[in-house]
C-alpha cells in the first residue's frame, strides 16, 4: 500500500464499502468510529490524508479538524449529509482541502482522494513521511510544528505565510503563478484580486530576507509568477 487514509463515520457499514474501493488503488483504509478514536489514531498512524465526517459521537468532524490543524497540514476532506452553505463554509475556514456530501457514490470518493493525493504527494509514490523539516539558506521550516526559524530564531508567521513558504520551500527554483500559490495558500479557487498575494509575499519577505527591497531567496519572475531560489 503506498498510502495511508485515515476515516471518521460512525456507519461503520459506509466505510467498510469505501474501503474495498480503496484498496483497489493500493491505498489502505484506517477507520475510527468517533471523533476521539479518530484523534488518537491520527497520532499513531500519522495518515497521508483524512476523511471526516462532520456529525460524529465524543467530537463531531469541525473539532476534529481544528485540532488536526493545530499540528498538521494533512490534506482533509469533510463528509456530510447536511449540504448547508454554512457547514462547507465553516469547514473551509477550519482547513478542509474539499468537501463531499452524503450519500456519495465510494468511487467518487476515491476520485476526489486520488485528486488531493496528486496536489500533495506524486501520485503512485510513497510519501516521505521521515523528513520533518525543509533546510534552505538559513531557514528551517519544520512540518511537524509548522514554525519557522531563521539563524536559529523563530520567525512569527501568519497561516497564509507558512503555507505560501512552505510552498516555495518543499520545490526551489519552481515558478509558481499567482493563482497557484493563491489556492495554495488560502485552500480556495483565485479570484482576479492579485494584489491579495502581491502583499502577502511583501510581508513574507520582509520576515525573512536581510534587504526585502533586494530578496536573495523569494525572487519575482517578471511575467510569471514567483520562486524560491535555490542554493548555489
Known amino acids: 500500500m503506498n498510502?495511508?487514509?485515515?476515516?471518521?463515520?460512525?456507519?461503520?457499514?459506509?466505510?467498510?464499502?469505501?474501503?474495498?474501493?480503496?484498496?483497489?488503488?493500493?491505498?489502505?483504509?484506517?477507520?475510527?468510529?468517533?471523533?476521539?478514536?479518530?484523534?488518537?489514531?491520527?497520532?499513531?498512524?500519522?495518515?497521508?490524508?483524512?476523511?471526516?465526517?462532520?456529525?460524529?459521537?465524543?467530537?463531531?468532524?469541525f473539532m476534529v479538524l481544528r485540532k488536526i490543524r493545530e499540528t498538521s497540514h494533512v490534506p482533509a476532506i469533510m463528509m456530510t449529509a447536511r449540504a448547508e452553505d454554512y457547514n462547507k463554509i465553516l469547514g473551509l475556514e477550519l482547513g478542509a482541502d474539499d468537501y463531499i456530501t452524503k450519500p456519495y457514490n465510494p468511487m467518487e470518493v476515491v476520485a476526489r482522494v486520488k485528486a488531493q493525493l496528486r496536489r500533495n504527494y506524486t501520485y503512485g509514490e510513497a510519501p516521505e513521511k521521515k523528513e520533518t523539516s525543509i533546510k534552505r539558506f538559513d531557514l528551517v521550516l519544520d512540518?511537524?510544528?509548522?514554525?519557522?526559524?531563521?539563524?536559529?530564531?523563530?520567525?512569527?508567521?501568519?497561516?497564509?505565510?507558512?503555507?505560501?513558504?512552505?510552498?516555495?520551500?518543499?520545490?526551489?527554483?519552481?515558478?509558481?503563478?499567482?493563482?497557484?500559490?493563491?489556492?495554495?495558500?488560502?485552500?480556495?479557487l483565485f479570484g482576479s484580486d492579485e494584489s491579495t498575494v502581491m502583499v502577502h509575499i511583501s510581508n513574507l519577505r520582509a520576515k525573512i530576507e536581510e534587504d526585502p527591497k533586494k530578496p536573495v531567496m523569494l525572487k519575482t519572475i517578471k511575467g510569471l509568477g514567483y520562486k524560491f531560489e535555490k542554493e548555489k
Open 3 to 61: 498510502y495511508t487514509i485515515l476515516a471518521a463515520d460512525d456507519e461503520v457499514e459506509l466505510l467498510d464499502a469505501l474501503e474495498l474501493f480503496l484498496h483497489r488503488e493500493k491505498i489502505r483504509l484506517v477507520k475510527a468510529a468517533d471523533g476521539m478514536e479518530a484523534l488518537v489514531l491520527f497520532r499513531k498512524e500519522n495518515p497521508d490524508l483524512v476523511l471526516l465526517d462532520v456529525m460524529m459521537p465524543e467530537l463531531d468532524g
Open 143 to 188: 512540518t511537524e510544528s509548522c514554525t519557522v526559524q531563521k539563524n536559529g530564531n523563530t520567525i512569527a508567521l501568519t497561516k497564509t505565510e507558512y503555507l505560501m513558504l512552505h510552498l516555495f520551500m518543499k520545490s526551489p527554483g519552481r515558478i509558481f503563478t499567482k493563482q497557484q500559490i493563491f489556492e495554495y495558500a488560502w485552500e480556495d
